[in-house]
């Protein structure tokens, strides 16, 4: 189980490395494509930052194989549980970068931007 451990976290570090050279690749085509560079640094920042989620994920499923699969102590228990709430307040922390609310908010719950809805002229 130590080494399942060990490839999921290696799988996670692989998927935001991968994901941060896609999007500098995109990157880079979005400015030689005469993208204006606020909206390409835009979308390399949202790129990068589910990159990101997506390998915190893996690092964290790999830390509860190696964790508890293994030899669970409550020291191990407890040092995996910090590990946890860093990774989950990172997470939702670009969440809120990346769409500009909470996960647990619903696309509804904001007021519409001027110029959307029924009463915009």
């Given at each position: 189980?130590?080494?399942?451990?060990?490839?999921?976290?290696?799988?996670?570090?692989?998927?935001?490395?991968?994901?941060?050279?896609?999007?500098?690749?995109a990157?880079?085509?979005?400015?030689?494509g005469?993208?204006?560079?606020?909206?390409?640094?835009?979308?390399?920042?949202?790129?990068?930052?589910?990159?990101?989620?997506?390998?915190?994920?893996?690092?964290?499923?790999?830390?509860?194989?190696?964790?508890?699969?293994?030899?669970?102590?409550f020291?191990?228990?407890?040092?995996?549980?910090?590990i946890?709430?860093?990774?989950?307040?990172?997470?939702?922390?670009?969440?809120?970068?990346?769409?500009?609310?909470?996960?647990?908010?619903?696309?509804?719950?904001?007021?519409?931007v001027?110029?959307?809805?029924?009463?915009?002229?």
């Amino acid at each position: 189980m130590e080494a399942v451990g060990l490839a999921v976290d290696a799988v996670g570090v692989a998927v935001i490395v991968i994901a941060i050279g896609i999007a500098g690749g995109a990157f880079a085509r979005d400015l030689r494509g005469e993208l204006p560079f606020q909206e390409a640094y835009r979308g390399l920042r949202q790129s990068i930052g589910r990159g990101i989620l997506l390998g915190l994920e893996l690092l964290v499923a790999g830390d509860i194989i190696r964790t508890v699969a293994v030899a669970p102590t409550f020291v191990s228990v407890g040092v995996l549980a910090g590990i946890v709430l860093i990774r989950t307040f990172l997470s939702f922390s670009l969440e809120v970068e990346l769409t500009g609310r909470w996960p647990w908010q619903s696309r509804t719950s904001f007021p519409p931007v001027a110029g959307e809805g029924a009463d915009a002229e």
